[in-house]
């Protein structure tokens, strides 16, 4: 299975500002995901990172409020931009190091972000 | 996808078997049901998965009923680092036509008491 490094662990921000926050694979992987977990909540995805292709956002987020990119097939970064404190979460970035979609995917370990 | 139904909080002795119950009673013939866990603090880990058969691996035993509609997650001697929010999606395999996108509800709060 593949391991992720995600960093910062944790920040605390200025509102207005933006954070980028960094997954490093183990591994080539196709496709990598973006998550957000308001306190007390469960995990809702922020989009879809494919290498090579703008990535798919789900409803409710925008490319201009969490712009991502995805260079390479191990390397993928989520920017959360004019940051309020509405934006405080966890964010997680998560692999199918499989490739194939029906085994268990793999996530990071999170960063705690705090929006003052 | 389906939705699930699990209860919001569980106690469960140390040492002891720790059986979570998920209802699924709207899936469908080919969604397979995972079992993901997230420890405090961390980011969530793969349990298991299953379609009909009951499964079982070096963490835990997920048991299925004959019509699918509810499943158990099984940690057989359940520890203190086994505390942590379960959670249990169902999905259609990706060759199905289905995206690789994870639907999460709530889960429940097992808390393993010493």
């Known amino acids: 299975s593949a391991v992720i490094s995600q960093k910062p662990s944790r920040d605390i921000c200025q509102r207005g500002t933006s954070l980028t926050i960094q997954c490093q694979v183990d591994s080539q992987v196709t496709m990598m995901f973006w998550y957000r977990q308001q306190p007390g909540q469960s995990l809702t995805l922020i989009a879809t990172a494919n290498q090579g292709s703008e990535a798919t956002y789900e409803s409710g987020f925008v490319i201009d409020k969490f712009p991502i990119s995805r260079p390479n097939l191990t390397f993928s970064t989520l920017t959360v931009s004019n940051m309020s404190p509405e934006d405080s979460s966890i964010y997680l970035c998560s692999v199918d190091p499989w490739g194939q979609g029906d085994y268990g995917y793999t996530f990071g370990s999170g960063t705690r972000l705090t929006v003052v | 996808d389906a939705k699930t139904t699990q209860p919001p909080s569980m106690d469960c002795a140390e040492g002891r078997a720790a059986n979570l119950p998920c209802n699924h009673s709207?899936?469908?013939?080919?969604?397979?049901v995972y079992w993901y866990r997230q420890i405090h603090s961390q980011g969530p880990q793969y349990i298991i998965h299953?379609?009909?058969?009951?499964e079982t691996n070096e963490m835990a035993s997920l048991i299925i009923t004959e019509d699918r509609k509810s499943s158990t997650l099984i940690l057989p001697h359940a520890t203190l680092r086994d505390t942590a929010v379960y959670y249990c999606?169902?999905?259609?395999?990706?060759?199905?036509?289905?995206?690789?996108?994870?639907?999460w509800g709530l889960g429940t709060s097992l808390a393993v008491n010493p």
């Open positions: 999606i169902v999905r259609a395999p990706v060759n199905a036509g289905n995206n690789r996108k994870l639907i």
């Open positions: 709207t899936i469908s013939g080919n969604e397979y």
């Open positions: 299953g379609l009909k058969n009951n």
